[in-house]
T-cell receptor, first 112, second 113 residues
């Protein structure tokens, strides 16, 4: 079945550092890929998405590129802020109407 | 996006109680989902619906049940709560576009003593 693997956390960085959170997937066909962010005590917010190979999703300074040859969708940001501290989830959607498959989440901590 | 409402936001109850978690949406989306998020943060699909009178079980076996009598509402019920049901429950809607993306409500944090 489908699966998503993302780097374990917590990841601790200083403000203005470069961020990479790795995500790889296993799926049949051509899934859509997503990054979600969860702030403490809240639900998940869709951060960015990509639907086909070489698509780049971007939002709020975050970027991720759909790499079919390496089955990856790594999340990057050039300069992180304290307000980026949260849990980040990589996810995929296969065909059909059933749910998303999530990675285990990466807790990001940004120190001033 | 869609406005998705979940009530209550927090619930602490004793073992054996019957509970219903409410989820509602305002935009008439057919696809709705329930996920269970364990204390270790992992998310697991427990129920989903394609529309009125449609309900399916998800990947993770759950003792909860759901109903979809109206498009706007997708409540989840536990007949007899146990400590093992302590978790965060997240409701989501799915869009009908090519992305198959989902948007989430704020969640209900359930604690069973």
């Amino acid at each position: 079945g489908d699966s998503v693997t993302q780097m374990e956390g917590p990841v601790t960085l200083s403000e203005e550092a470069f961020l990479t959170i790795n995500c790889t997937y296993t799926a049949t066909g051509y899934p859509s890929l997503f990054w979600y962010v969860q702030y403490p005590g809240e639900g998940l917010q869709l951060l960015l998405k990509a639907t086909k190979a070489d698509d780049k999703g971007s939002n709020k300074g975050f970027e991720a590129t759909y790499r079919k040859e390496t089955t990856s969708f790594h999340l990057e940001k050039g300069s992180v802020q304290v307000s980026d501290s949260a849990v980040y989830f990589c996810a995929l959607a296969g065909g059909g109407a059933d749910g998303l498959t999530f990675g285990k989440g990466t807790h990001l901590i940004i120190q001033p | 996006e869609a406005d998705i409402y979940q009530t209550p936001r927090y619930l602490v109850i004793g073992t054996g109680k019957k509970i219903t978690l409410e989820c509602s949406q305002t935009m008439g989306h057919d696809k709705m989902y329930w996920y269970q998020q364990d204390p270790g943060m992992e998310l697991h699909l427990i129920h989903y619906s394609y529309g009125v009178n449609s309900t399916e079980k998800g990947d993770l076996s759950s003792e909860s049940t759901v109903s979809r009598i109206r498009t706007e509402h997708f409540p989840l019920t536990l007949e007899s709560a146990r400590p093992s049901h302590t978790s965060q429950y997240l409701c989501a809607i799915g869009t009908s576009g090519r992305y198959n993306e989902q948007f989430f409500g704020p969640g209900t944090r359930l604690t069973v003593l």
